[in-house]
């Protein structure tokens, strides 16, 4: 009887065992098929092995399209060719960049549009010893178009802030000093000593006057065809070094064109930002900016030789200002970095992708 009954015994369980792993099966690709998440295993050679539906969706690639190629089709260039670099780097030191770890990125559907999205990657051995890496992709479209429509009424909000201290306060301010400069003269030809103290309101009058202009030009930058960027960083280097008696030189050489206002606008909302930082947190007497354009994509630095920033983690040290630097550049699904400068201060480094930007060879520069 014992002899008989451990064979059935051994089937049930083989058996048992097969069911639990056909049910287990069953659960993953439940899971893979129903994931609002675009789920892609690829190999050490970066090659797609398999991917979920939600990839093809959000992706608007066929499965067939996908398996077996370089899942750097996924990417647009500079980001293809730093995928690659970071995976064989990896490979070859062990040093972890990307993996465990979620961060934003761009990528790229197949009919060439681009659209941020959050990245996580994890990598398993397999037990005969080969590796695969699974990424989990979530589009972010909905929420960056959210964000957008915001920053897009606050710049609209700025706007109207800037035109009513221009048309309203700088006027009324104007006015003012005619004013007072007539009562001047008037005391001055009466012999009056109050006239020295009316001198003084005048030039009080007329320094505040300036600076409620360059307030409104901050506030209200014209950005409106490719070369504009240049034109208002230009015009914010020079009011820079007008207001708080500093270098402020910008050079752009060879002149980049930025064909895209809402870009320009936010790359330019940086470096203001950047040299307010510089100003009065990092107390800097120089301040470089500095716009150019490689391999389609559009570089600006911001370098100062102040005392440096105390945190240069995005979004920590000086509070709101670097959280909102960073934001801009993840907006427009670049990147921003900020960390101590080689020879002393902070460097400040934003890197925006711009495809088919024209650049031409004019030289253009503010010593």
Not at 202 to 231: F, K
Not at 298 to 306: A, E, F, K, S
Not at 327 to 346: I, S
Request: net charge neutral; proline share 4%; hydrophobic share 40%.
């Amino acid at each position: 009887m014992t002899g008989k009954s451990e064979p059935a015994t051994e089937k049930q369980e083989l058996r048992q065992m097969r069911e639990e792993v056909s049910a287990s099966h069953e659960r993953l690709r439940g899971v893979m098929e129903t994931a609002v998440n675009a789920i892609i295993t690829m190999n050490e050679d970066r090659i797609i092995e398999t991917i979920n539906p939600a990839t093809q969706r959000i992706f608007g690639y066929a499965e067939e399209e996908l398996i077996g190629k370089n899942i750097r089709m996924l990417m647009p260039a500079p980001f293809a060719e730093n995928h690659d670099r970071y995976v064989k780097n990896y490979l070859k030191t062990g040093e972890k960049k990307i993996i465990g770890i979620g961060r934003e990125a761009v990528a790229m559907r197949k009919d060439g549009s681009l659209f941020s999205i959050d990245l996580s990657i994890g990598e398993v051995i397999l037990p005969d010893k080969r590796r695969v890496f699974t990424g989990i992709i979530r589009d972010l479209s909905d929420r960056k178009e959210l964000e957008e429509k915001i920053l897009r009424i606050s710049e609209e909000e700025q706007h109207r802030i800037g035109q009513d201290i221009h048309d309203d306060l700088c006027q009324q301010l104007a006015a003012i000093g005619c004013m007072a400069k007539v009562s001047h003269q008037q005391l001055m030809r009466a012999g009056s000593p109050e006239a020295e103290n009316l001198a003084e309101i005048v030039r009080l009058i007329t320094g505040a006057n300036t600076r409620a202009r360059e307030m409104s030009r901050g506030l209200m930058p014209v950005v409106l065809d490719s070369a504009g960027l240049m034109d208002a960083l230009d015009e914010l280097a020079s009011s820079t070094e007008r207001v708080f008696r500093v270098s402020c030189p910008f050079r752009c050489d060879p002149p980049v064109k930025v064909k895209d206002n809402t870009v320009a606008i936010q790359v330019y909302r940086i470096a203001q930002e950047a040299v307010a930082n510089a100003i009065k947190h990092s107390k800097a007497d120089r301040i470089e900016l500095t716009l150019s354009l490689a391999g389609g994509t559009l570089m600006l630095t911001i370098r100062d030789n102040g005392i440096g920033i105390p945190d240069h983690s995005p979004g920590k040290g000086t509070g709101m200002g670097l959280l909102t630097m960073n934001h801009r550049a993840r907006m427009m699904g670049g990147t921003l970095t900020v960390e101590q400068d080689d020879f002393g201060g902070t460097l400040v480094l934003c890197q925006v992708p711009v495809p088919n930007t024209p650049k031409d060879r004019v030289v253009r520069q503010k010593k």
